[in-house]
């Protein structure tokens, strides 16, 4: 396993990138070109730019997270084939500049939703919160108000202003499309990029629908093996690959996290991985936790050795954090809370590596 952060960007993350270096063992970096809208190119020079900035400060950009679709392409809009050109564009400039793992999602008009971003636990901590009759008992524009409301003044990532004020909009736009519709979008797009993944070297990872079920009746693709299964068929290649997120697959009690690692790791599907705890509190509701297994509903333990015992060699990140000690920082994104759960990730690695070589 590779270890890696997630950051934001100069101006954009609290965190800075001498903190994210004095974390034990030196994470690669998951950045992104913050600011860029859907469907636009980024240039080789830009991720140039950002690349050597990084790489000043003793650090590596291995990952990009995200490279966002923009939505004619999952629409099937006549306006696709042009976005898709520039997909393929960014991701050949993003290679030459030695990035190998590109993560991106496939959610209709709306990334991750979480109906609090600052739900209090019982040790005063604030984490991110969902709870399905919150949410059903919201319009689109209020879940947006809302979560703009308790960001901090962060964007979130897939909450990017300029998008979310059109997403009643967009939200009509899907009206009438069924999930085969965006199947065979979806389809239609892979096939177009994998050949460009393939010869530049870059893998794709498509991230699970977060949570894991469909809102808002909007069509969601990637929330369960079966849907993996499907996507893995549409283009047979080790570049059309998985982000394999514990928090979101684990949201949903019908996800068996361990056998979907070992199964998708052993036909080298899963370049990327998060690993995120979430504590269930009732039917579709539940906290995200602190990483440690006996603080939420996953046993990260036994995520880890389905990882390990899989060989697996990617790249795995501590995703969402809780707010703790005062932090001012984007909600899930702290350092504080992320730094402890990559190290605990690393010590049961190690673990399992000493314990294994001890056999
Ligand atoms: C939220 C993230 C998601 C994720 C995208 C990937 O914190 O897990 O926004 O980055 O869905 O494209």
Known sequence: MKTAFRWYGEGSDSVSLSDIRQIPGRPVIVGVLDGKAAGEVWTEQEIGAYRRHIEDSGLRLEVIESVNIHEDIKLGAPARDQYIE???????NLGAQGIRVVC?????????VRTDLAWELEDGS?????????LEGMTPDQLV??????????????????????LKETMERYQGLTPDDLRKNYRYFLEAVIPACEQCDVRLAVHPDDPGWEIFGLPRLAHSMEDYQRIMDMVDSPYNGITLCTGSLGSNPGNN???????????????????????????RTFAES??????????????????????????????????IWNEKCRPGYGLYDRALGLMYIMGIW??????????
């Open 145 to 166: 108000d809302a979560t703009f409301q308790k960001s901090g003044g962060f964007t979130l990532p897939g909450w990017e202003p300029e998008r979310l004020y059109k």
């Open 350 to 359: 190690e673990a399992l590596e000493k314990g294994a070589s001890r056999r």
């Open 290 to 323: 602190g990483h440690l297994s006996a603080e939420g509903s996953l046993d990260i333990c036994e995520i880890l050795r389905a990882f390990y015992e899989s060989g697996f060699d990617g790249y795995i990140r501590p995703d969402h954090g809780r707010t």
């Open 104 to 112: 991106y999602n496939f959610m209709p008009a709306i990334d991750f």
């Open 86 to 92: 520039n997909f393929i564009k960014t991701i050949q």
């Open 126 to 134: 604030k984490a991110l919160y969902y709870d399905q009759k919150a």
């Open 257 to 283: 996290v361990p056998e979907m690692i070992r199964y998708f790791c052993k036909r080298d599907r899963v370049p990327f991985a998060h690993i995120r705890n979430i504590r269930f509190l009732g039917e």
